[in-house]
């Protein structure tokens, strides 16, 4: 009597479970970018259906719809979350991460739950997250260690901190450039702007009195620019990245905060908190265009869905505002919509994952420029060493000028291979004679008409 019973109920529901099980497995396989994101592909885009807001009030973050800006219930960052000032999603598109700066720590949320899955301990008031261009690695910025923390991806486990010589207040915001892997900073409302190793092992370069009050910046996808946000003069500062030196400012609105760039590098977007709104900076034209939110908002952080040509932006907490989230079209330039947070007092949102070129296919589909890399060290006495990236074979021409434009040196003309390659100076000139204290041009030349150049310094 039991066996029939139970034949009677479980055999029925074990064929349709045989039945059901092929058809879901079918349709998984079939959704469009599955396993796309599972690996980490460009394709990645086409899975992430959600962002998160974080909000600096409530210690708390909520994630929402792309499509339908519905967004749920908030959760806690407490306590490794507290105070949440960055979110920044993962080059696969499975993650976000947020550190707290209150909190000396961050939160891992997986996307696809919303759910915290990891936290971490690290550094003393941290700021800012950016991750490796193979997603391997996180650097994590923090202010009052004055460290970036490098972080494993797999294991989430802090490999080693790396102390920032700053001269203010402590590390800032952190910033990927796609091409050369390499991290760029700033000094946390200071004047500095470093380079950083691609593993985080080493500060590259220093550059002093870049501006006034350095905020937040970002790497153009072809790594020809960063473009930086200064709190203190209302300006964008467009620093080239293989001379590490100012060559373009634009003027936004009041105090700058977040800034972002398209995927194909044709527009930035600008986050203005005491002006209560954005600008949208056509780097084709130069145009500087205005988009105004409600009165009481106080525009933070921006981060651009490109597969939408949408930018969203947090607009902080106020009483006629209430607490939004603002999205731009950057189609026609103007604001799209707004919705409400379920948190209080927006700060930092994610909706994409952090690498341009792993977007928009531009560095697959476009040649990697000439990288004059850097030189180490820099100053230096007696020797440098000037590093330089090829996308293909060519021949160089690598010299060293005085500022006013004379040849001190031609240190090669030859062929050389693709790939980073090496050439040291002694500070010598053609002569053999010692060269002056200064600083000098280092400029690369090819055959194939590119061109970068380099400054150096030469302490006696």
């Not at 980490?40 to 974080?54: E, R, T």
């Not at 153009?220 to 200064?230: I, K, L, N, S």
């Not at 040849?407 to 000139?429: A, I, Q, S």
Request: aromatic share 8%.
């Amino acid at each position: 009597m039991v066996r029939r019973d139970w034949n009677h109920h479980i055999l029925p529901f074990l064929l349709l479970l045989l039945l059901v099980l092929p058809l879901a497995a079918a349709a998984a396989d079939a959704r469009p970018g599955a396993e796309d994101a599972r690996n980490g592909s460009p394709a990645a885009l086409d899975a992430v259906d959600h962002g998160i807001v974080a909000c600096s009030t409530s210690e708390s973050y909520a994630r929402f719809d792309l499509a339908s800006y519905m967004v749920e219930p908030a959760l806690s960052l407490l306590p490794e979350g507290n105070y949440p000032y960055d979110a920044t999603m993962n080059p696969a598109g499975t993650e976000i991460w947020i550190p707290g700066a209150s909190g000396d720590g961050l939160v891992v949320v997986d996307l696809a739950s919303g759910l915290i899955t990891h936290r971490i301990t690290a550094g003393d008031y941290p700021i800012s997250i950016a991750f490796s261009g193979d997603g391997d690695l996180a650097l994590m910025a923090c202010r009052d260690s004055e460290t970036i923390e490098v972080i494993d991806t797999a294991t989430y486990a802090v490999l080693h901190s790396l102390p920032v010589p700053t001269t203010y207040l402590g590390a800032g915001n952190i910033a990927l450039d796609p091409i050369s892997g390499r991290f760029y900073a700033v000094d946390w409302y200071g004047d500095d702007f470093y380079e950083i190793a691609p593993d985080g092992s080493a500060v590259l370069n220093t550059v002093t009195d870049l501006g006034s009050s350095l905020w937040q910046l970002v790497v153009a996808p072809d790594g020809q620019y960063v473009y930086v946000t200064d709190r203190g003069t209302d300006q964008v500062r467009v620093v080239d990245r293989a001379s590490l030196t100012q060559v373009n400012a634009f003027t936004v609105g009041d105090d700058p905060w977040g800034i972002d760039i398209t995927g194909d590098g044709s527009k930035l977007v600008v986050a203005c908190e005491d002006s209560h709104d954005a600008y949208i900076i056509d780097l084709g034209t130069s145009a500087v265009i205005p988009v105004a939110f409600d009165a009481g908002a106080a525009p933070r952080d921006v981060d651009i869905l490109d597969g939408e040509n949408l930018a969203f932006v947090v607009g902080g907490h106020s009483t006629t505002a209430g607490d939004p989230v603002y999205v731009i079209d950057l189609a026609t330039n103007g604001l799209l919509t707004s919705f409400q947070a379920t948190c209080t007092n927006t700060n930092t949102i994610a909706v994409q994952p952090q690498m341009h070129e792993d977007l928009s296919g531009v560095a697959a589909t476009t040649p990697r420029p000439l990288l004059l890399l850097a030189a180490h060290p820099n100053p230096f006495n007696p020797v440098t060493r000037i590093e330089f990236s090829l996308a293909q074979d060519a021949t160089v021409d690598l010299a060293v000028y005085d500022l006013q434009g004379r040849r001190v040196r031609l240190l090669t003309h030859e062929r050389r291979p693709e790939g980073v390659n090496m050439v040291l100076w002694d500070g010598r000139d053609e002569a053999g004679r010692a060269a002056g204290s200064g600083v000098y041009l280092v400029r690369l030349i090819t055959d194939r008409g590119e061109s970068a150049g380099l400054k150096v310094a030469l302490l006696k």
